[in-house]
């Protein structure tokens, strides 16, 4: 799908009107319109789109259908079923989505390495605890 | 109230290491690549990691840990509302991290 297309349908699913999209992006509605026509924004406003959807930069410009962005953190870790079990019980915790938002920008292998530092920091405060 | 007061942290940036591992934090640096400039996790047991890249200059460590303190004092959740935009989080923890160190450094 199309740039255009996919921003508009991000910003009918998420109940926006043109205007409170624009408004949470500092920009004029017009601006915003003419992206839904095709007209490519800025890179900053396309991670400011990314962040408002919570969707990848690459699935608003339409070259993925991986449209979350916790789908490229379980891709980083496909190889690894310990970790990816660990990012699944990380990622019900409501608590922890803020710290691993970011996540999703950096390459798998730095995704990895994090999750990794993560899952070890947990199991040291385990034992810490008493288990 | 200096900003570094208001958000609980210690006026004297020197004293930062003692009193995160009062607070539980804990404060490491590693190697990664420079796509990432620093990074915290929270623990099941309400204790935090905060990793800084080793390969920022140490000026840049400050800033970065600074970010990462005002993450976990100010935007953990139930301090703050978690469906405020990332970017705004992100633009927030700058600028306040900046002003504390501007403000600690006379």
């Known amino acids: 799908m199309e740039f255009g297309k996919r921003l508009k349908k991000l910003r009918k699913e998420s109940k926006l009107t043109q205007q409170e999209l624009a408004d949470k992006l500092n920009i004029k509605r017009s601006t915003l319109a003419g992206y839904e026509s095709g007209k490519q924004p800025s890179y900053e406003t396309l991670v400011k789109l990314s962040d408002i959807f919570n969707v990848s930069v690459d699935y608003i410009l339409g070259d993925t259908d991986e449209r979350k962005k916790a789908d490229h953190i379980k891709a980083a870790l496909s190889d690894d079923p310990e970790l990816l079990e660990f990012w699944d019980e990380m990622n019900e915790r409501e608590d922890l989505r803020m710290y691993f938002k970011k996540c999703s920008e950096l390459s798998p292998e730095t995704i990895k390495k994090l999750i990794h530092i993560s899952k070890v920091f947990e199991e040291e405060e385990r034992e810490r605890h008493g288990g | ?106």
């Not at chain 2, 609980?8 to 020197?14: A, E, F, H, Q, V």
């Not at chain 2, 990074?39 to 920022?56: C, E, F, G, P």
Request: hydrophobic share 35%; proline share 3%; net charge negative.
């Open chain 2, 1 to 106: 109230m200096s900003l570094a007061k208001s958000l609980g942290l210690p006026s004297n940036l020197d004293k930062l290491h003692e009193w995160a591992s009062l607070h539980n934090i804990y404060i490491a640096t590693e190697n990664f690549d420079l796509e990432l400039w620093g990074y915290a996790t929270k623990s099941d047991y309400d204790s935090y990691l905060v990793l800084i890249n080793n390969r920022l200059c140490y000026e840049m460590q400050q800033k970065v840990l600074m970010h990462e303190l005002v993450h976990i004092l100010k935007h953990s959740p139930g301090s703050h509302p978690i469906y405020k935009d990332q970017y705004d989080i992100e633009k927030e923890a700058d600028e306040l991290a900046e002003k504390i160190i501007k403000d600690a450094s006379g």
